[in-house]
């Protein structure tokens, strides 16, 4: 069974829906590749499916520990590459205002991040920078 429906709207725009919560996401080429920019990339969705992903799974390991990751948050950049046109590079800066104590915790969720599906199965090529501000 489908996960996702999509549809082409015109225009270098898409219209896709997650079947099982009826959730619906546009996205849009970007300015310097023929489109508008007026929502994510298809792109731009996979860089933050990478942040999402991490914190995901960060979510899980803390869960199982009693822990909170209340205060975290992060920002994605995507830097494309040319020759072919392609993710070149994935930055996600983590930042959390109150970080548990606890350093063998934190290595857990560090380590938790960086095997969450989305960093597995991204092409070795797109180098995924991650910056644990905690």
Request: charged letters at 20%; aromatic letters at 6%; one cysteine or more.
């Amino acid at each position: 069974m489908p996960t996702i429906k999509s549809s082409y709207l015109g225009n270098l725009r898409t219209t896709s829906s997650h079947i099982q919560s009826g959730k619906t996401i546009i996205s849009d080429a970007p300015v310097d590749n023929n489109g508008k920019g007026e929502a994510f990339s298809p792109t731009d969705l996979v860089a933050s499916a990478l942040g999402s992903c991490m914190v995901t799974i960060m979510g899980i390991v803390a869960e199982r520990n009693n822990v909170s990751l209340d205060g975290l948050d992060w920002e994605v950049t995507k830097i494309m590459d040319s020759n072919p046109r392609k993710i070149g590079e994935i930055v996600i800066d983590f930042h959390w205002e109150d970080p548990v104590s606890d350093p063998a915790m934190i290595q857990k969720l560090k380590n938790a991040a960086r095997t969450c599906p989305v960093a597995l199965s991204l092409d070795p090529s797109v180098k995924q920078t991650i910056n644990f501000n905690f």
